[in-house]
């Protein structure tokens, strides 16, 4: 893959993920960017970007898993720190489709021009969160209507592994129409396929009993800033089960090392328990330089 990006491209078709890089975002970019490989035509290099630097790889405990499971190597990826978007674009030479997310970053907002295709479930829910599609499924649905044959099992697992990710957190009845539809779809061409509750059971216990990962890798792996100028207040979710909640004052414990080494002034974390849509919020704030003090569980 890296060998090609070293020759002179007249065409470079991107699908990049959000920045969360979760499952369902890295799957759809993988089977989207292959989709395109087969039906573009021979001069466009079709690439799925990880929107995550290589390093930051190791804190998705899931998606290796599964990635591992079907023996595809962490070589086969690129992630963002190893591809020049920006000189692509500059060069008129970059197409990029955006999956599960409408929007760049402020220091991508110079790459909206190449946009042409966006991929995000967001915009096909009724605004309940609990019933928005996944983009796997999105995915799923377009090559099955434009390009059947191109389902292996090997992508199948791939993506029925993502949905069921996605939903594993909802009840039955609280999957959407099309992703039954899809899961159904991808069962009944591959009956071969693990059962749905195998799958989830791994998944969630690879989610929430990940295995040589610190708790500030943890809180990396989903962060999210926010900022009005003046304050900025970081959220982090660390997944963990009821009977380790215990582990509360260690992460607790370990805020005023991270704060100091990403620079931030104030920090809000959530964590959510297993099987409902609940969570727990804590609020830490800097009380005076080198001081933090709980302001509150919400």
């Not at 990006?5 to 993988?30: Q, T, Y």
């Not at 962490?74 to 197409?95: C, M, P, T, V, W």
């Not at 295709?117 to 499924?137: F, H, M, R, T």
Request: include cysteine.
């Amino acid at each position: 893959m890296k060998q090609k990006l070293s020759k002179r491209l007249e065409k470079v078709h991107v699908v990049l993920g959000n920045k969360s890089c979760d499952l369902d975002s890295l799957i759809s970019a993988l089977t989207y960017a292959y989709f395109l490989d087969k039906v573009s035509p021979p001069d466009v290099l079709c690439l799925p970007v990880l929107n995550i630097p290589r390093r930051d790889f190791s804190y998705f405990t899931e998606t290796r898993f599964i990635l591992e499971e079907l023996n595809i190597p962490e070589s086969f990826y690129i992630f963002r720190d190893e591809i020049n978007l920006h000189q692509l674009n500059a060069e008129g030479k970059l197409s990029l489709t955006l999956v599960n997310s409408s929007m760049l970053t402020s220091e991508d907002e110079s790459l909206e021009s190449a946009i042409v295709k966006v991929i995000n479930p967001d915009e096909q829910c009724d605004g309940n969160l609990e019933l928005q599609a996944s983009s796997s499924s999105l995915v799923v649905k377009e090559i099955l209507q434009e390009a059947p044959e191109l389902i292996t099992q090997q992508l199948a697992y791939l993506l029925r592994g993502s949905i069921l990710f996605k939903c594993m957190s909802l009840e039955p009845e609280r999957i959407t129409e099309q992703q039954e539809k899809v899961l159904s779809i991808l069962e009944e061409k591959f009956p071969d396929l693990p059962p749905r509750e195998e799958i989830i059971s791994v998944l969630q216990d690879t989610q929430f009993n990940p295995q040589g990962v610190s708790i500030e890798e943890v809180m990396l792996k989903d962060l999210k800033e926010l900022s009005d100028g003046e304050i900025k207040v970081a959220i982090s979710t660390v997944y963990m089960t009821l009977e380790v909640r215990g582990n509360l004052n260690k992460i607790v414990g370990i805020w005023p090392h991270f704060i100091r080494k990403h620079f931030s002034r104030e920090y809000q974390g959530s964590q959510l328990k297993i099987g409902l849509v609940v969570h727990d919020c804590l609020l830490l704030t800097v009380k005076d330089e080198g001081m933090f003090q709980v302001a509150g569980n919400i």
